[in-house]
């Protein structure tokens, strides 16, 4: 299997190779990703910054990376999230022999599944993004991995969700969310 790795400064690399922006990166989102050491929300949006072709994907995206330009440089953090996990689920079915397959971004405290649909983003920056797997029958099926694509496409799609940072951010202001209780 192919795998590429997504650098901290938003570089994706390939065989010790940086790959170059050019159309011809797309054929490196079918590949697997590993993140380096140190991965952050912050270094998505740089590589999408670098790699503007990302917005092919999700074009009502680019309201957000201006959002992450906009924010400050350094200290984007929580208080209430250790770090950020993009979680492949799979859920198999063998009396019918199918399985379902999802994916979900979400924060963690260490102790507890927190939704960040509602975070703002000047305070997930700069918090540590991790790959994960869940098996919901508890057996492990085989050396599962997330793609680039899908990696790319579950975090526009949880962010995005609201469409606009102008909605989102409405959303949480008039909403009921409190991360306290």
Do not use: A, W
Not at 25 to 39: A, D, R, S
Not at 88 to 100: A, G, L, Q, V, W
């Amino acid at each position: 299997m192919n795998d590429v790795i997504l650098k901290k400064d938003g570089i994706i690399s390939y065989n010790e190779d940086v790959v170059d922006v050019g159309k011809s990166f797309l054929k490196y989102l079918q590949y697997t990703i590993k993140l380096e050491e140190g991965y952050t929300l912050r270094s998505f949006f740089e590589m999408l910054v670098r790699y503007s072709n990302f917005y092919d994907l999700k074009p009502n995206f680019f309201p957000f990376t201006v959002e992450f330009l906009n924010s400050p440089k350094d200290g984007c953090i929580s208080d209430y999230i250790n770090y950020l996990i993009v979680d492949m689920t799979i859920n198999i079915f063998r009396d019918e022999h199918d399985y379902e397959h999802y994916y979900n971004l979400y924060g963690n405290d260490n102790k507890n599944y927190i939704p960040i649909d509602l975070i703002p983003l000047s305070d997930m920056l700069d918090i540590p993004l991790k790959i994960g797997l869940t098996y919901i029958d508890g057996i492990k099926y085989g050396n599962l991995e997330i793609s680039l694509h899908d990696f790319v496409m579950e975090i526009m799609y949880e962010l995005g969700f609201f469409e606009t940072p102008e909605k989102r951010e409405n959303c949480r202001t008039i909403g009921d969310y409190n991360l306290n209780e």
